[in-house]
């Protein structure tokens, strides 16, 4: 079955600063969620407190029966969710191969990394050519690939992606989303994403939730978002009291 | 046109964050500067107080060409800014901070005017306190009183109410109304849509280093290239 996170209620900032007022968020059973919004509206902050990151200051984080709450980054992996930084976070001199052990140092049995070094092959045979090469001297694309090869090192159930497609060429965008798309039909995996690229991560997604200022202001299908003139709305709107899809998304 | 900035090019190394930007400001308005990440806001404010020079094009204040002056000398002029991350003397105390622009002024009128700032946006009882045990809320107020201090006609704010707490953004808001009443003019980078709204008569949409947009949030909001700026193509 496939993996769901349930957030509720969480809150979470910088200092004093409060960045995200009781944020809830459900991935329902569905393989593709994208969270969107304009610039400073706490995507980030929301991934990072996901992720163990940033210690949430209240609410809680759930992985189907497990609570995640203010679990350190490395027990959250090991619960099987795994994070993908803006830009991937690939260690540039570092060749393709370590990146790639660098993803399974969890793992002390060697023959277990041995095997899922070779299934990242299989799935990703550029990065098998490249082996030996300092990851660094890949192009943007292959870079990525070895980002997200390097994430499935430990076979997570949950991704959690932010901003896949920043810094790519336009192109290799819409092949991101649809590398995305394959992993969670193929591999039976969550995907939670934060995406600029607002038209193709809907493309892909099975929901979406909609942060404005810090606060879920819509949850639900991308085609409930019904057109752009919608999103903008959201996006440039001021909270309504008592929208209907912020009752939704609390209940 | 109190402000009157034309066709302001900028270019860092190969990339080009400001290009061919107009902005007008009238007197006493409020201008409201927004975009995505990246767009070239900051780096506009830069040009126009001075901290860069343009590569290209040229800035009126008060019907002066300010282009390419350095930034004390367009300041005294009667343009005062803050920053991103409030930039202040964070050892020295509030009322020191507001000293610090004024120095050179008659010494009584100058303490009498720091505390009259200090009474506008209710930062008396702080007044011996370093800059720095300030909430970032009040920094980002102190930053706003110290940048009065010489009396400006335009105030370019930029993000003045990120990371401030609800309730202050509400003074922040109100503050800025009065001091409009008196005459001054704002151009305030902002994302915080609901202040874009209760504040400007413009707004002024940047993206990839001009303006691709200008008008009420009503209109820019359906302007396609407003949606193709936010949404991505």
Same mark, same amino acid.
């Given at each position: ?40 509206? @706490? ?5 990072? /407190? ?7 200051? /209240?609410?809680?984080v ?37 990146? $790639? $052990? ?25 990065l ?9 001297a890949?192009?943007? #694309?292959?870079?990525?690939?070895? !980002? ?8 997570? =159930?949950?991704m ?19 590398? %995305?798309?394959r992993?969670?039909?193929?591999e ?21 939730a ?6 879920? =202001?819509?949850?639900?299908?991308? &085609? ?25 998304? +609390?209940? | ?12 190394g190969?990339?080009? +964050? ?13 201008? @409201? ?7 070239? *806001? ?6 126009? &107080? ?11 204040? *008060? *019907?002066?060409?300010?282009?390419? $002056?350095?930034?004390?000398? %367009?300041?005294r002029m ?12 964070r *050892? ?9 622009? /004024? ?15 200090l ?12 800059a ?29 109410? !990120? ?19 008196? #005459?001054?003019?704002f151009v ?18 940047m ?8 008008g ?18």
């Amino acid at each position: 079955m496939r993996a769901r996170l349930l957030v509720e209620g969480l809150r979470a900032g910088y200092g004093a600063v409060e960045v995200l007022h009781g944020v809830s968020l459900d991935t329902a059973g569905e393989a593709v969620t994208v969270v969107l919004g304009p610039n400073g509206s @706490g995507k980030s902050t929301l991934l990072k /407190a996901v992720v163990g990151v940033l210690p949430p200051w /209240a609410g809680s984080v759930r992985l189907d029966g497990t609570d995640l709450t203010g679990l350190p980054p490395h027990r959250i992996v090991r619960q099987g969710v795994t994070t993908l930084p803006q830009g991937g976070g690939i260690f540039p001199r570092l060749t393709v191969e370590e990146n $790639l $052990l660098m993803g399974a140092y969890l793992l002390e049995d060697g023959e277990e990394v041995r095997t899922r070094l070779q299934e990242v092959f299989a799935r990703f045979p550029i990065l098998e050519e490249r082996r030996p090469q300092a990851a660094g001297a890949l192009s943007g #694309g292959q870079q990525m690939l070895l !980002a997200v090869g390097r994430a499935l090192m430990t076979r997570p =159930r949950v991704m959690v992606l932010d901003e896949p497609s920043a810094g790519l060429a336009p192109r290799l965008v819409g092949e991101v989303f649809d590398l %995305i798309r394959r992993l969670a039909e193929e591999e039976g995996m969550t995907f939670l994403l934060v995406e600029q690229s607002v038209r193709q991560a809907l493309r892909v997604a099975d929901r979406c939730a909609v942060l404005v200022q810090g606060e879920v =202001r819509f949850a639900g299908s991308p &085609s409930a978002l019904s057109g752009e003139g919608r999103l903008m709305d959201l996006y440039f709107g001021r909270r309504p009291p008592g929208d209907p899809d912020v009752r939704e998304s +609390a209940s | 046109m109190l402000l009157d900035a034309r066709g302001l090019t900028r270019t860092f190394g190969g990339l080009t +964050a400001v290009a061919g930007m107009d902005l007008a400001v009238p007197p006493g308005s409020i201008v @409201g500067l927004i975009g995505p990440n990246g767009s070239g *806001k900051t780096t506009l404010f830069n040009l126009v &107080s001075g901290l860069l020079r343009p590569d290209r094009g040229r800035v009126l204040f *008060k *019907k002066h060409d300010v282009t390419g $002056l350095s930034p004390h000398r %367009i300041a005294r002029m009667g343009l005062g800014r803050t920053f991103q991350i409030p930039a202040l003397f964070r *050892k020295m105390t509030v009322q020191e901070n507001l000293w610090v622009p /004024a120095i050179d002024e008659p010494w009584e009128a100058m303490r009498r005017r720091a505390a009259e700032w200090l009474e506008f946006f209710r930062l008396m009882p702080l007044r011996d306190e370093p800059a720095e045990v300030l909430s970032g809320g009040q920094q980002k107020v102190l930053e706003l009183a110290r940048a009065l201090m010489r009396d400006p006609d335009l105030l370019l704010l930029d993000e003045c109410t !990120a990371g401030v707490q609800p309730a202050m953004v509400v003074e922040l808001l109100e503050a800025i109304r009065r001091l409009r009443e008196r #005459g001054k003019a704002f151009v305030i980078i902002e994302h915080n849509m609901d202040v874009i709204q209760d504040l400007c008569e413009q707004i002024v949409v940047m993206h990839e280093g001009h303006a691709i947009a200008r008008g009420d949030l009503g209109a820019v909001k359906r302007d396609a290239a407003v949606v193709e700026a936010y949404l991505g193509r």
